[in-house]
């Protein structure tokens, strides 16, 4: 059983950063992929970026390619993602996830954090 509790969220103007963490619970957090998901209003969940269990390999939407950057610090159970040049369109609940396969079924999610880019 794994527990997420995601925080950094706020409002920014567009051009900005933000960084989101995501603090999980339990001993076995390196054995877990982690993504980031978000929804925003009236849209279906995207997938956003995604990295392995030892921080070797990461995985990027096209949408937020070489703007945001995924990390993790499995000492801190704890995993990161830096938000930079923020676009209106950023604009959701940021939600982090824990799953066996990096780009597989997430098992375990967050309860979000809300992320508003003004134009």
């Known amino acids: 059983q794994v527990q997420l509790v995601e925080s950094g969220g706020g409002l920014v103007q567009a051009g900005g950063s933000l960084r989101l963490s995501c603090a999980a619970s339990g001993r076995t957090f390196s054995s877990y992929a982690m993504g980031w998901f978000r929804q925003a209003p009236g849209k279906e969940r995207e997938f956003v970026a995604a990295i392995s269990g030892s921080g070797g390999n990461t995985y990027y939407a096209d949408s937020v390619q070489g703007r945001f950057i995924i990390s993790r610090d499995n000492a801190k159970n704890t995993v990161y993602l830096q938000m930079n040049s923020l676009k209106p369109e950023d604009t959701a609940v940021y939600y982090c996830?824990?799953?066996?396969?990096?780009?597989?079924?997430?098992?375990?999610w967050g309860q979000g954090t809300q992320v508003t880019v003004s134009s």
């Open positions: 996830a824990a799953g066996i396969v990096i780009l597989g079924q997430y098992d375990y």
